[in-house]
């Protein structure tokens, strides 16, 4: 069956329709990882959003039980140059096609990813409408006008109860703004006891899990929709070690002080360099992110950048100089890869360690010890 896809400039794209043939309006955004679909489909930070991949052939070696990000894909829509419908694999148990029927989501290939790619560079992300109906292109302008973003997408894909993974080691608490299983499955490797709980947990709902050590989850949408957890960060901030990762990363930023704004196209890949800038080391990163924290706003906080991204300068990592917190763009976890910067899991459980030993000492009366995180 015949699809379209219409951008917000006018921009059409005829190709065919794979997956659900339903309707689906979003912002459309390019990845341009070579492997890993399975994983973007449902990461949870790309609900709402129409996504291509530049890689030409997705879905080659099908869908398999492991590799989610969540326990349904969160994505509006798929765009590729071809899918395969005949995937090779041991692991594979269903086709792409299959995965995207079975959760309603429109795919549509055939369609010149490349020149869509090139026009979201030069214009910016911007709305699309994917459709198999055969009205006019006048009416599904009109449509596409009308459709606005949605408005707090974080809170759509959080847990709406807290669950717990029970571990033998350090007690985390993860916010859920829309956390990649990767994330979860880093910690638990580590023997991590794990609670996540919903979007909007209060401060004191926190401290009753009692943790060693607070995560501050990924998540679709602009972080200043999420505004109220910027007091819940603020309060815990310096009383629990803290860790943000992409959404968290931004929401950690936000409630220092610093602010955020879109970039044109954002990095959305598995293949984004960015320097470490303690050692000068170049980690190759996977990231999915349209915001990014404003360089010029940190020079007034308590922050320190840590990390910038190599392609266009923008911030990577920062860490709080008094408290034991910090927080990266980019995803550690990586999920499909690469795992250069998976040794961030192992910086919190560090900080958490001196963290509690600096308080046990503070609390022995020690005066001779040098505080590892001074009190403001
Ligand atoms: N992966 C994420 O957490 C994305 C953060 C935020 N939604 C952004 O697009 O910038």
Redesign the pocket.
């Known amino acids: 069956m015949k699809a379209r896809l219409l951008l917000e400039d006018g921009t059409l794209f005829e190709g065919q329709a794979f997956g659900s043939e339903r309707e689906s309006a979003g912002e459309v955004v390019f990845q341009t990882g070579m492997t890993g679909y399975q994983e973007v489909l449902s ?1 949870p ?2 609900c709402g959003q129409l996504v291509t991949m530049t890689y030409p052939l997705i879905g080659n070696y099908g869908i398999n039980r492991d590799d989610f990000e969540a326990i349904r894909p969160w994505i509006h829509g798929f765009i590729v140059r071809k899918h395969e419908l005949a995937p090779s694999n041991w692991r594979s148990s269903m086709s792409l096609d299959a995965l995207l029927k079975q959760h309603e989501i429109p795919g549509i290939s055939g369609i010149d990813t490349r020149m869509l790619t090139r026009i979201l560079r030069q214009h910016g992300t911007m709305k699309g409408l994917l459709t198999t109906s055969s009205q006019s292109l006048a009416s599904l302008q009109e449509q596409l006008h009308a459709i606005s973003p949605l408005s707090n ?2 809170a759509l894909v959080s847990t709406p109860q807290p669950y717990r993974s029970p571990g033998a080691k350090e007690r985390i608490v993860v916010v859920d ?2 956390c ?1 299983s990767g994330i979860i499955r880093e910690l638990i490797t580590r023997g991590c006891d794990v609670t996540v709980v919903p979007h909007d947990t209060t401060a004191d709902q926190i401290r009753r899990f009692n943790p060693d050590g607070i995560l501050l ?7 200043k929709d999420v505004a109220y957890v910027l007091p819940v960060i603020r309060e815990l901030l310096g009383e629990i070690p803290m860790f943000g ?6 929401l950690f930023a936000l409630a220092c002080g610093a602010d ?1 704004s ?2 044109t196209f ?1 990095h959305r890949g598995s293949n984004h360099p960015v320097k470490h800038l303690e050692t000068g080391r170049c980690l190759i990163t996977s ?6 924290v404003v360089d010029a706003s940190v020079a007034a906080t308590d922050l320190t950048i840590t990390h910038i991204n190599n392609n266009d300068g923008t911030i990577e990592g920062l860490q709080h100089n008094y408290y034991p917190a910090f927080s990266v ?1 980019f ?1 550690p976890e990586a999920s499909p890869g690469p795992y250069d910067s998976n040794a961030l899991f192992d910086q919190f459980l560090d900080v958490i360690h001196r963290f509690q030993q600096t308080h046990t000492l503070n609390n022995s009366q020690d005066k001779g010890v040098e505080r590892l995180y001074a009190e403001k």
Not at 217 to 223: A, L
Request: with cysteine; proline share 9%.
């Open positions: 990461d930070s790309y997408p974080a703004f829309g990649k989850s990924n998540g679709p949408g602009d972080p990762i992409c959404l968290g990363h931004q955020c879109k970039l954002g990231q999915n992110h349209s915001y990014a763009q995803h």
